[in-house]
DNA sequence: CCATAATCGGATAAAAATGTCCTCTAAAGA
DNA sequence: TCTTTAGAGGACATTTTTATCCGATTATGG
């Protein structure tokens, strides 16, 4: 739900962009997916679109790769979904009537409104750069849980399992 | 966006429904969909899987149709998408990290947190009877504008277009 | 009990989304 | 200049979603 599983990975390689490029210099992208489960193929296929739109400069050749065409706080989510999938139409009625609009409003319409506006105001406002910051938060809280589980495993050698 | 194709069909077929049965009369699908867009071979399938997911009552032949399992009050949006899509995975985190969930949150998760809750709220307390009235609103309201459209083109009988 | 009328359910098709592979092109360095 | 290295882009494969069709099944009413 949300996103597409095309624009997830636009999201998720540009976390990873912003978050392994601590200067500005570029990544490869067997580099970017190393340890991650980014399909590398499908993935270059969505940077390409990304370069295209703007958000993402590419350099071909030895010491090519990639890198954000703009500091990673100025990428927002809409950006991204609006790259992949064109511009948003999140103003479709929910019932599903085509002619109801912001300017021919059916009661639902209106109900749903501020929902949306919600939805687009997160989405204008979350940046790159706050993907990044999360992605790196939430590896470490991974990693400090698989430790517990080793440590764990230590005090009960008899359980062979995994 | 929000909802898939055959979500819709699914929400405007049962919106459909319980506008046009005044009282709990069963409903042919050929009666359902005349004067409509929805599609009458898929909205059927549609329909079946709404009846498994007992939301829907069916009736073969002579006589037969759709009645509503229930009373549209008592139908929300989260039972229609959940009949079609199974449970709703609104949880999964927007980073796309697998590994978060409520217990497990990233940052991102937390803040994208108040948006789901309100999203959740709004599908579980539309019901099919408020579908319905917002339907029918609009289409009073889409008959409205044709009048005047009528009107306009009485007033200027030179323009033959349409 | 037969003709009719309706959904059910299987088969199939068409379209869109997702995934993979391979060659071409551009750039860097020896 | 030649070789290596990287993305670009076309072709193709697979999977999922959406759409259509038709015979089987079930119920009604004469």
């Not at 390689?13 to 500005?24: I, K, P, V």
């Not at 958000?55 to 990428?75: M, V």
């Not at 999938?85 to 085509?98: E, Q, T």
């Not at 506006?117 to 990044?132: E, H």
């Given at each position: 739900?949300?996103?597409?599983?095309?624009t997830?990975?636009?999201?998720?390689?540009?976390?990873?962009?912003?978050g392994?490029?601590?200067?500005?210099?570029?990544?490869?992208l067997d580099?970017?997916?190393?340890?991650?489960?980014?399909?590398?193929?499908?993935?270059?296929?969505?940077?390409?679109?990304?370069v295209?739109?703007?958000?993402?400069?590419?350099?071909?050749?030895r010491?090519g790769?990639?890198?954000?065409a703009?500091?990673?706080?100025?990428?927002?989510?809409?950006?991204?979904?609006e790259?992949?999938?064109g511009?948003?139409?999140?103003?479709r009625?929910?019932?599903?009537?085509d002619?109801?609009n912001?300017?021919?409003?059916?009661?639902q319409?209106d109900?749903y409104k501020?929902?949306?506006?919600?939805l687009?105001?997160?989405?204008a406002?979350?940046?790159?750069a706050d993907?990044?910051?999360s992605?790196?938060?939430?590896?470490?809280?991974?990693?400090i849980?698989?430790?517990?589980?080793?440590?764990?495993?230590?005090?009960?050698?008899?359980?062979?399992?995994?």
């Amino acid at each position: 739900m949300i996103f597409t599983t095309t624009t997830e990975y636009a999201i998720r390689g540009l976390a990873e962009l912003a978050g392994r490029s601590s200067d500005s210099k570029s990544i490869m992208l067997d580099e970017l997916v190393s340890g991650t489960t980014l399909p590398r193929d499908f993935l270059a296929k969505v940077f390409q679109r990304l370069v295209k739109a703007g958000l993402l400069k590419s350099a071909k050749g030895r010491g090519g790769g990639f890198t954000l065409a703009r500091p990673a706080h100025q990428i927002t989510l809409k950006d991204i979904v609006e790259s992949i999938d064109g511009p948003i139409h999140l103003d479709r009625c929910a019932v599903g009537l085509d002619k109801c609009n912001d300017h021919q409003p059916c009661p639902q319409h209106d109900l749903y409104k501020p929902i949306r506006q919600r939805l687009k105001d997160y989405l204008a406002t979350t940046t790159v750069a706050d993907l990044a910051s999360s992605l790196k938060t939430k590896q470490a809280w991974v990693k400090i849980v698989e430790i517990k589980a080793a440590e764990k495993e230590e005090k009960l050698p008899t359980n062979g399992k995994h």
